[in-house]
């Protein structure tokens, strides 16, 4: 097998979307300590865009910038804590039930089938009612809802993986099946997963901004979504208190989606010469939340 | 045939059980008197606990109170809102309609431009126009729905006044007949828009991404080499054979019409079931949160069943192994 690297081009948004990516990194990281305390109140209520609030203040006299900074790690850290989770849960459960087989795979994928079909925001919205709006049970229940897809793609492969002969060549070496499943087919069968990482990242922020927009976050922590319901009760008199926390949402989530299409048309060479991105497997059916 | 759809509605058995079953189990987990839970947190009636512990057969086993919670649901009875102060069934049938009003408009919009912007792009493959309806659906996909929302109310009912900004009807307007119709119409648009926009992205990536696959088929071939014009071939053999995916997503969202809408519902304050839920989550009122969650869950599993009699009606295949 050739190593992925010589695969791997990104195109144009590719790249658009890897720098973007870097770049939100890296306000993440050293933002809180550049911008000034996101939660002091002056007497500049409500000034829009200018010299000395570079996004404007809201309606308590609070930088609008600086807000938005301090939500950026937010996201980040949802979106991506959330997709590692469902990356995990997903990758086991697909790979078992590709390996093993049988009745165990049978019920495997119903009970991925029946997840898949979940209404998300709806049951998000219900768990974090029952059992209160952390950030810890906002990452779980996005990566409860979210690891479905990722098993039924990883079982995919696994399947199309296990008879190859290589792995015929390992077994017949004598090594334990649990060995080759966890060394051999599993890494192999990593790439087919990766694009639906990055699109995972995407969906975990677009959820976490819309809780947060409910009003049903996590009490004291500044996001984005967080931001925009704010701004929304302004409507009147603070458009910039909308407009640019609602740009930074998109643009991160565009950056994710792109840069999972990047990926998969990267890593996917029987589809990198033609226009669709992805195998329609991989593309999310759901207009849901909405 | 038949036997290929009976499987699917035993398969959906289960599926419905076990939605019950989540919903049981979540109501005895949470902290507190499960009585009150089924109350919610709402002074009721003195009396009216013991009513409700002796009905759910709250003092019996597990088994016991599961058959209890089953036996009234199929009386279809999902509690009392004292919040709302009438019958969460009748309360959240009411709000269906409502969400209904919006969702459905939206979505017939969305799956005739969907697939109409699909169909153009897959056939300019590689043009100006591809790129540009491919970047409209990368966009939509990327957009938060509750801030589009927000940006056309900022527009269009702020700034330029055509629309009304929130609610279903004017408040404290005496409009009747054809008035108050026009006064409802008036205050659909928006909402309906929001979701027409977002769900034409999702339909018209799929749409694209199918067509350009099955126009790559062998049929094609050989229907040009019938001496079909590219008009027919197009629309008759290449779009009707995309339509699969088209229609799992079309079906898929109808399954969540109900419930589709939470955040346009909240932005323009749109009476449906959304708001609803949104209001009975932050008053804590319990019965009208599982009911929703109950309601959501089965209209998911009915449509996934219309989806796949869809197929059936659409895919040449199944209908030709049904009558080997």
């Known amino acids: 097998m050739k190593p992925e690297r010589r695969r791997f081009h990104l195109n144009g948004s590719g790249w658009f979307a890897l720098c973007f990516v870097a770049l939100l990194v890296v306000v993440a990281v050293t933002g809180p300590a550049l911008v000034g305390d996101p939660a002091a109140i002056s007497r500049d209520v409500l000034q829009p865009p200018g010299s000395s609030h570079t996004l404007g203040t809201d309606h308590l006299g609070r930088d609008v910038f600086a807000r938005m900074v301090i939500g950026t790690r937010v996201s980040l850290v949802v979106g991506v804590l959330a997709a590692a989770m469902a990356m995990l849960i997903g990758v086991t459960l697909g790979a078992v039930s590709g390996f093993v087989g049988g009745k165990t795979d049978l019920v495997l994928m119903r009970i991925a089938e029946m997840f898949q079909a979940l209404p998300t925001l709806v049951v998000a919205i219900a768990f974090v009612a029952l059992l209160g709006a952390s950030l810890t049970n906002i990452v779980v229940v996005i990566a409860i809802l979210s690891w479905a897809q990722i098993a039924r793609v990883t079982r995919a492969e696994v399947l199309r993986i296990r008879n190859q002969d290589f792995v015929n060549a390992v077994r017949a070496l004598g090594f334990r099946e649990s060995t080759i499943l966890f060394r051999e087919i599993i890494p192999n069968a990593i790439p087919a997963v990766l694009p639906l990482i990055a699109l995972g990242v995407a969906e975990a922020i677009l959820q976490e901004s819309s809780i947060s927009f409910l009003g049903l976050g996590s009490p004291d922590t500044i996001t984005w979504g967080l931001l925009i319901r704010e701004g929304n009760q302004q409507i009147l008199r603070a458009w910039w208190m909308i407009v640019f926390p609602g740009i930074a949402v998109f643009l991160t989530i565009l950056a994710f989606n792109l840069l999972g299409d990047a990926v998969g048309r990267a890593l996917n060479p029987k589809t990198r010469t033609e226009e669709p991105a992805l195998a329609p497997e991989l593309i999310a059916v759901k207009g849901g939340g909405s | ?324």
């Open chain 2, 1 to 324: 045939m038949r036997r290929y759809l009976s499987v699917r509605v035993m398969w959906a058995i289960p599926t419905l059980f076990g939605i019950v079953l989540a919903g049981f189990v979540l109501t005895r987990v949470l902290p507190g008197d499960p009585a009150q839970i089924l109350v919610g947190d709402f002074p009721a009636p003195p009396g009216y606990i013991e009513e409700i512990r002796a009905r759910y057969g709250l003092d019996q086993s597990y088994v016991e109170q599961f058959v209890a919670y089953i036996s009234s649901l199929l009386h279809a009875d999902l509690g009392y809102s004292f919040m709302h102060g009438q019958p969460v069934t009748r309360l959240v049938f009411q709000r269906a309609g409502r969400t209904l009003l919006i969702m459905v408009p939206a979505l017939v919009i969305a799956s005739v431009v969907g697939v109409f912007l699909g169909s153009a792009a897959a056939r300019r493959q590689g043009t100006k126009w591809d790129t540009l309806i491919t970047a409209f659906a990368i966009t939509g996909r990327s957009v938060p729905v509750f801030w589009l929302a927000i940006l056309l109310v900022m527009v269009f009912a702020v700034r330029l006044g055509w629309f009304p900004t929130s609610g279903m009807r004017t408040v404290g307007s005496s409009l009747t007949g054809l008035g108050a119709i026009t006064d409802v119409f008036r205050h659909m648009v928006l909402p309906m828009a929001t979701l027409s926009l977002a769900y034409t992205t999702v339909v018209a990536r799929v749409a694209r991404t199918s067509i350009v696959e099955s126009s790559h088929e062998d049929f094609v071939d050989t229907a040009l080499a019938k001496g079909l014009d590219d008009r027919a071939v197009h629309w008759r053999h290449v779009v009707r054979n995309s339509l699969i995916p088209v229609v799992t997503v079309i079906g898929f969202n109808f399954g969540f019409a109900l419930t589709g809408a939470i955040l346009t519902e909240t932005v323009f304050g749109w009476p449906g079931v959304g708001s609803l839920l949104i209001t009975a989550v932050t008053a804590r009122d319990y019965p009208v949160i599982l009911a929703v969650l109950l309601l959501a869950a089965v209209m998911v599993v009915v449509f996934n069943l219309v989806t796949d009699l869809a197929y059936v009606l659409i895919d040449p295949r199944a209908k030709v192994s049904d009558e080997a």
